[in-house]
């Protein structure tokens, strides 16, 4: 099992609540250094890749699970198809796609790898 904490401006992963693993992101919209703010969903896809649901940056961000290092982001603010209005949850389904909560265009969307 793993868990992710929350310290101020620090979030990071935790292998079976024991040994600290590392710091993954700090405050920010950027793209360097995995900024975040207010990520709100986490899952692990079959690429093996962490994907966050970057809720205040109305974004989807990708990172690499093996070293934490960036991949990409998705999304903007908005209501059209690839837009958000804070995403909060994320999972990936049997097929591979990701699934996101769209909180306040109350929807949910589906993605493809790509």
């Not at 940056?57 to 934490?68: E, L, M, P, T």
């Not at 991949?71 to 097929?95: D, H, I, L």
Request: proline letters at 3%.
């Amino acid at each position: 099992w793993r868990s992710l904490f929350r310290e101020p401006r620090r979030y990071g992963v935790v292998r079976d609540g024991a040994a600290f693993v590392r710091t993954l992101g700090s405050l920010g919209s950027g793209d360097r250094n995995f900024e975040l703010d207010c990520p709100a969903g986490v899952c692990v896809d079959g690429d093996n890749h962490i994907v966050v649901a970057d809720r205040d940056n109305n974004r989807i961000v990708v990172v690499a699970r093996r070293d934490g290092s960036f991949v990409r982001t998705f999304g903007s603010e908005g209501a059209a198809r690839g837009q958000f209005n804070e995403p909060r949850c994320v999972c990936v389904n049997a097929a591979g796609f990701l699934i996101v909560t769209d909180t306040f265009n109350h929807r949910v969307q589906m993605f493809t790898r790509d």
